[in-house]
């Protein structure tokens, strides 16, 4: 229905996490014990995910949205129940995208960037200190962050150097290499990887929920306004 949205069910092999999935747009997923909690938590982070809609001009498409629809359940990784994470894929990850998906896919990352970015700007350079992230700080999460996307990007044949993402310029370079080698994949139908091979469509929702996860953990523990 036009004003529900899909979401995938990734259950962990012990049973011990679930994490609900919404494909249709990058960076929403939520990780729970169980489905039903999964789900709801992925509701509450909804309006989290509006900005992300709104910069990459979707924003009267994610409105509309009222509601979810669990279209699939399927087994997730040990990681899936140790992280709460995904880490495996849907019949809806391995599915072919055209061209005007996959830029619809990409816009979303991009407009998960943009959050991150924004978020980064803005927040103190020391963080509350709890259990989410232990005591990381502030550069210490962007580092973090660039470093995990900086490996995943090998596998689609970039090879971004150690610290460049760290300048205006080099994360410029970096996102759009990295966006392009998509392209180049999809344009050849290939997965990404060598040896473990990815859908195209899990390495987008990959790095923008986690990109925005911890664009998200920023803001939570933010001692700006405290």
């Given amino acids: 229905m036009a004003n529900h949205t899909r979401v995938t069910l990734e259950i962990g092999p012990k049973g011990k996490k679930v994490v609900a999935v919404a494909p249709d747009w990058p960076g929403l997923s939520r990780g729970a014990k169980s489905g039903e909690e999964a789900v709801e938590k992925l509701r509450a ?8 809609a709104r910069l990459a001009e979707m924003d009267a498409e994610f409105e509309a949205v009222k509601n979810v629809e669990v279209v699939e359940q399927y087994q997730g990784t040990g990681s899936t129940d140790f992280w709460g994470i995904s880490f495996a894929f849907s019949s809806i990850d391995k599915q072919a ?7 619809r896919e990409l816009r979303l990352m991009q407009a998960c960037w943009a959050f991150f970015d924004d978020v980064h700007s803005r927040v103190s350079a020391e963080m ?7 005591g990381r700080d502030r550069d210490r999460i962007v580092r973090h962050t660039f470093a995990a996307e900086q490996d995943w990007a090998k596998g689609v044949g ?4 150690d ?3 760290l300048t205006a310029e080099g994360l410029k370079v970096h996102r759009d290499a990295y966006c392009q080698a998509i392209r180049d994949y999809h344009a050849q139908g290939q997965w990404a990887g060598k040896m473990a091979k990815w859908p195209l469509r899990f390495l987008i929702r990959h790095t923008a929920f986690h990109t925005l996860d911890h664009a998200w953990e920023m803001e939570d523990k933010d001692l700006t306004a405290k």
């Fill in 97 to 103: 995208m055209s061209g005007e998906e996959l830029e």
């Fill in 128 to 134: 509350q200190k709890g259990p989410r992230g232990g």
């Fill in 158 to 161: 970039v090879l971004t150097p």
């Fill in 45 to 52: 982070y909804m309006p989290h995910y509006a900005p992300v």
């Fill in 163 to 165: 610290g460049a993402m």
